[in-house]
């Protein structure tokens, strides 16, 4: 990333925290800070309730913040009105189930059309745009088929068609893969990504997914409990001294990498390092002291008090 340039999502210091019981509140995100470049790719891993998803919803301004900046392309987004809508039309979310955001009443053309006609762009009227975007997720046969008749593949695509039809200059994708197999996840990666070089868009792309992130992205997050622990170019993931969470996910993923075992079953600690009951190697300082994010050289930032050699 260069340094001059404006980031085309930059978050600081985002901390999100939920009710929880009659008075109290729990915090699902805490000091949380990244950047993407135009075109980046950068993926957000940790394990389910790790506080990624929230993340995404406060970035793109769906659930209020109690603290921290979110700034797209250097805007914050705006308190309300027709620049709000257009500076959300700039930051668009994939979700894992489409559902949500088709109509079971509408075709799959008439879907694309709608967004088209939405979001004005480059390449002809609304039709002509739908069709290309239809041949370019595969769909052109399935164009007259309802939401109910497509498979969860092809409706997939269609959610996506609908949202590249909006040219965002960032896509926020929460889980797009889960469930589909090797080749449907690379098919559908390989459509997500696309247009980020000329068009400069960035992805953030969220999953618990290790080794697919790692071959999709060009850098990596990985969050515990709520923090970001540790961050890295991808293409050093299984080189560097690990956080203890990272190389259990990669052992996980039949990548033997030294570190230390993880206790799934241990609650998380309510001071120091969150993973202190359940770290193997965690010492009476990681009890008592919650490791900083420290930037260790060479783009690798790292919160353990203890990390193991590579
Ligand atoms: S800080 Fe301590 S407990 Fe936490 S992951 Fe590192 S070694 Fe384990």
Same mark, same amino acid.
């Given at each position: 990333?260069?340094?001059?340039?404006?980031?085309?999502?930059?978050?600081?210091?985002?901390?999100?925290?939920?009710?929880?019981?009659?008075?109290?509140? @729990?915090?699902?995100?805490?000091?949380?800070?990244?950047?993407?470049?135009?075109?980046?790719?950068?993926?957000?891993?940790?394990?389910?309730?790790?506080?990624?998803?929230?993340?995404?919803?406060?970035?793109?301004?769906?659930?209020?913040?109690?603290?921290?900046?979110?700034?797209?392309?250097?805007?914050? %987004?705006?308190?309300?009105?027709?620049? @709000?809508?257009?500076?959300? @039309?700039?930051?668009?979310?994939?979700?894992?189930?489409?559902?949500? %955001?088709?109509?079971?009443?509408?075709?799959?053309?008439?879907?694309?059309?709608?967004?088209?006609?939405?979001h004005p762009g480059e390449g002809g009227g609304p039709v002509e745009r739908a069709e290309a975007m239809a041949e370019a997720m595969g769909l052109s046969a399935r164009l007259q088929a309802l939401p109910g008749e497509l498979s969860g593949g092809e409706r997939r695509r269609l959610g996506l068609g609908r949202v590249l039809l909006a040219s965002p200059?960032?896509?926020?994708?929460?889980?797009?893969?889960? /469930?589909?197999?090797?080749?449907?996840?690379?098919?559908?990666?390989?459509?997500?990504?696309?247009?980020?070089?000329?068009?400069?868009?960035?992805?953030?792309?969220?999953?618990?997914?290790?080794? #697919?992130?790692?071959?999709?992205?060009?850098?990596?997050?990985? %969050?515990?409990? /709520?923090?970001?622990?540790? /961050?890295?170019?991808?293409?050093?993931?299984?080189?560097?001294? $690990?956080?203890?969470?990272?190389?259990?996910?990669?052992?996980?993923?039949?990548?033997?990498?030294?570190?230390?075992? #993880?206790?799934?079953?241990?609650?998380?600690?309510?001071?120091?390092?969150?993973?202190?009951?359940?770290?193997?190697?965690?010492?009476?300082?990681?009890?008592?002291?919650?490791?900083?994010?420290?930037?260790?050289?060479?783009?690798?930032?790292?919160?353990? $008090? $203890?990390?193991?050699?590579?």
């Amino acid at each position: 990333m260069s340094g001059a340039a404006t980031p085309r999502l930059a978050v600081s210091g985002l901390r999100v925290s939920f009710a929880a019981g009659l008075w109290g509140r @729990r915090v699902a995100v805490d000091d949380v800070s990244l950047q993407l470049a135009p075109g980046e790719v950068l993926g957000l891993i940790g394990e389910s309730g790790s506080g990624k998803t929230t993340v995404a919803r406060a970035a793109l301004g769906l659930i209020p913040a109690d603290a921290g900046q979110v700034l797209l392309d250097g805007v914050a %987004m705006p308190a309300a009105g027709a620049a @709000r809508r257009a500076w959300r @039309r700039g930051a668009q979310l994939v979700l894992q189930d489409p559902d949500g %955001m088709l109509n079971p009443g509408l075709t799959a053309s008439e879907h694309l059309i709608e967004s088209a006609r939405l979001h004005p762009g480059e390449g002809g009227g609304p039709v002509e745009r739908a069709e290309a975007m239809a041949e370019a997720m595969g769909l052109s046969a399935r164009l007259q088929a309802l939401p109910g008749e497509l498979s969860g593949g092809e409706r997939r695509r269609l959610g996506l068609g609908r949202v590249l039809l909006a040219s965002p200059r960032l896509i926020v994708a929460d889980e797009p893969t889960a /469930g589909l197999d090797a080749h449907r996840k690379a098919e559908l990666l390989d459509l997500l990504l696309a247009g980020r070089g000329a068009q400069g868009r960035a992805v953030l792309l969220i999953s618990h997914d290790l080794p #697919l992130v790692a071959w999709a992205c060009d850098r990596l997050l990985v %969050m515990v409990q /709520g923090r970001v622990v540790e /961050g890295f170019p991808a293409r050093r993931l299984g080189q560097l001294p $690990h956080h203890p969470f990272t190389a259990a996910a990669l052992r996980a993923a039949g990548r033997p990498t030294p570190g230390h075992a #993880l206790n799934p079953e241990a609650e998380p600690s309510p001071r120091g390092c969150a993973l202190a009951r359940r770290c193997a190697g965690a010492t009476a300082r990681c009890t008592e002291e919650t490791p900083p994010l420290t930037d260790r050289g060479d783009a690798h930032l790292l919160a353990c $008090h $203890h990390p193991s050699a590579p």
